[in-house]
C-alpha cells in the first residue's frame, strides 16, 4: 500500500461522511431496485410495457407515461420504479454533506479560498439539483 | 504455461463480451426495440454484459463507464439518452465507492481536487445541457469520434511515476495542493507538488464538458492531465482522477435526472452489474495479464467507438 500514513483532517472527516452516504445510497438503491423487480409494488409504467419505450428520446418517454421533467416524479413516488430513484437521488446527493462538513476545517485554519470552493460547489450541484439550469424545475 | 492458462482466460473473458454485445445486437435487430423478449431478459443480460466489462475493466485500467456507453448504446435497443444516463450513474457510483479509501489512504488528494472537479463540475452540466439539445445522430457522431480519440490517447500516452516539478505555480501553493506520498516495501516519503494549475483548469473545463455531454467517466483524460501536464505523481494522479468523478458525475447526474433520462430498469443492472465485476477484477489483478488484457479491452472500445460513429452516420443503423 502507497499512501500517506495518517490522512489530513479535512480528508479524514470527508472520507468517513462519504463512506456512510454512499454505503446508504447503494443498499437504498439495491433493495428499492429489488421491491421494484419482485413487483411487490405496482410501478407507474408496468414492467411489460418498457420494451415499447426505451428506444424513445427521453422526452417523448415522459411525455407518453404523462410524467413531468424535473422533480415532477416526486408526486408518483408511491410507484415502485420512482421510488428506485430514491437511491440514486442519496448517491447524486452524498457528497454534498461532506463538502459542508469539512467548510468549518478550511475556515478555522484560514484557508478561505479553500472554504469559498467547498461552498461554490455546493451550490453548483444544488443549481443543478433544481433543474433551474435544465429547464425541468 | 501457467501464463499461457490465464492469457486464454483472460482472453475467453474477454471474448464473451463482444459475443454477449452481438447477442445482444442481432437480437435487437430481429426484435426492433426488444419488444420480441419478455420485459426481464434486457436487464438481465445487460447485467451480464456489465458483470464482464466490470471485470476486465479493473486489469485494463480502463473507466466502466468509458466501456458502458458505447457498448451498451451500440448493441442495446435503449435510446442514447438512457445509455447516457445509466453511463454516467455506473461512473459516479465506482467512483464513490472508491473515494472513501483513496481519501484515507491519501492516494487521492482532496485540495488537489476540489477547484479541478468545480471547473469541471459546473462545464458537466453545460456538457449535458449540449448532449440533450443535440440531435442524437450527432450525439452518436461525437461520441463514436471521442471513443476512437480515446482509444489512440490510451495507446499511445506515456505515463511518469515522479514527474518533475522543479517549481509549483502560485495557486497551487495558495490551495496546497501538493502532500507527500509514502513508498510501499520502503517507507521511503516523496514530497509532492505541481504546476501549470491554470492550463490544468483549462483542460478539466473541457474533460467536463465530454463527460456530461456522453455519460463517460472521465478517468482516461483526468489521469493524463494530473500526471503529465500538472506533474503529480502517478498513483496520486490515479487515485485523485477517480475522486474527482465522484463531484463530476453528481452534478452532470441532476441533469440527466431532472430531464428523465435515467430509467432504474436500465441504470441499476448496469451499475449493480459493474460493481461486483469490478470487485472480481480486482482480485484477478494479480493474476491477469493486465497488459494483454489492456490491449483486447482497447480493440473492444475501437470496435464500439466504430459502431457508435457509423451508427451516428446512419452506414451500420
Redesign the interface.
Known amino acids: ?5 495518517t ?2 483532517p ?3 472527516r ?3 461522511l ?2 456512510i ?2 454505503n446508504t ?2 443498499a437504498t ?2 433493495i428499492l ?1 429489488g421491491v ?2 419482485l413487483g411487490a409494488v405496482d410501478p407507474h409504467v408496468p ?2 410495457r ?3 419505450l ?6 417523448d ?2 411525455e407518453l407515461v404523462r ?1 413531468e ?3 415532477g ?1 416526486t408526486a408518483r413516488i408511491a410507484h415502485a ?1 420512482i421510488l ?2 430514491i ?3 442519496m ?5 454534498v454533506p461532506c463538502l459542508i462538513a ?1 467548510m468549518p476545517i478550511y475556515w478555522a485554519s484560514g ?1 478561505r ?2 472554504f469559498a ?2 461552498g ?2 455546493v451550490a ?2 444544488a ?3 433544481s ?1 433551474y ?2 429547464g ?2 | 504455461m501457467r501464463r499461457l492458462a490465464v492469457l486464454a482466460a483472460a482472453a475467453a473473458v474477454l471474448a464473451f463480451a463482444p459475443e454477449a454485445a452481438t447477442a445482444a445486437d442481432a437480437a435487437a435487430a430481429q426484435a426492433g426495440s426488444g419488444a420480441d423478449l419478455p420485459w426481464w431478459a434486457w436487464p438481465l443480460i445487460l447485467f451480464v454484459v456489465c458483470f464482464f466489462l466490470g471485470i476486465v475493466a479493473v486489469p485494463a485500467g480502463v473507466g466502466g463507464g468509458v466501456l458502458f456507453v458505447p457498448i451498451v448504446g451500440g448493441f442495446f435497443p435503449f435510446h442514447l439518452d438512457f445509455v447516457r444516463g445509466a453511463g454516467l450513474l455506473v461512473a459516479l457510483a465506482s467512483a464513490l465507492s472508491a473515494g472513501p479509501a483513496l481519501l484515507q489512504s491519501g492516494l487521492a488528494s482532496l485540495r488537489l481536487a476540489l477547484p479541478l472537479a468545480v471547473v469541471a463540475s459546473a462545464s458537466s452540466i453545460l456538457g449535458a445541457m449540449i448532449g440533450f439539445a443535440l440531435p442524437t445522430s450527432a450525439v452518436q457522431v461525437a461520441l463514436g469520434g471521442t471513443i476512437l480519440a480515446i482509444v489512440v490517447l490510451m495507446a499511445v500516452a506515456k505515463r511518469s511515476e515522479y514527474p518533475e516539478v522543479r517549481e509549483p505555480d502560485a495557486i497551487s501553493v495558495a490551495l496546497g495542493m501538493n502532500g507527500v506520498l509514502v513508498e510501499a516495501g520502503t517507507g521511503r516519503q516523496i514530497p509532492w507538488q505541481v504546476h501549470r494549475t491554470p492550463a490544468g483548469l483549462a483542460v478539466f473545463f473541457v474533460i467536463g464538458i465530454l463527460a456530461g455531454m456522453f455519460g463517460l467517466g472521465a478517468g482516461w483524460a483526468n489521469l493524463p492531465a494530473l500526471n503529465l501536464l500538472m506533474g503529480a505523481p502517478l498513483k496520486i494522479s490515479a487515485g485523485t482522477s477517480s475522486f474527482i468523478l465522484s463531484l463530476v458525475d453528481s452534478s452532470a447526474a441532476w441533469v440527466y435526472l431532472n430531464k428523465g433520462a435515467v430509467l432504474p430498469m436500465i441504470a441499476v443492472p448496469s451499475v449493480i452489474g459493474m460493481m461486483l465485476g469490478a470487485k472480481i477484477g480486482a482480485k484477478l489483478l494479480r493474476v491477469l495479464p493486465a497488459a494483454a488484457v489492456r490491449k483486447l479491452v482497447l480493440a473492444l472500445l475501437a470496435f464500439a467507438g466504430l459502431r457508435a460513429l457509423l451508427k451516428g452516420l446512419g452506414v451500420w443503423p
Open positions: 500500500m502507497t499512501g500517506t500514513t490522512p489530513a479535512d480528508q479524514a470527508y472520507a468517513r462519504l463512506a452516504g454512499t445510497g447503494l438503491l439495491a431496485f421494484y423487480m414492467h411489460e418498457l420494451p415499447d426505451w428506444h424513445l428520446p427521453a422526452a418517454f415522459l410524467l421533467a424535473g422533480w416524479w420504479d428506485t430513484l437511491g440514486i437521488v448517491l447524486a446527493f452524498c457528497s469539512v484557508q479560498v479553500l470552493i467547498c461554490i460547489e453548483v450541484i443549481m443543478a439539483a433543474g439550469l435544465s425541468g424545475h
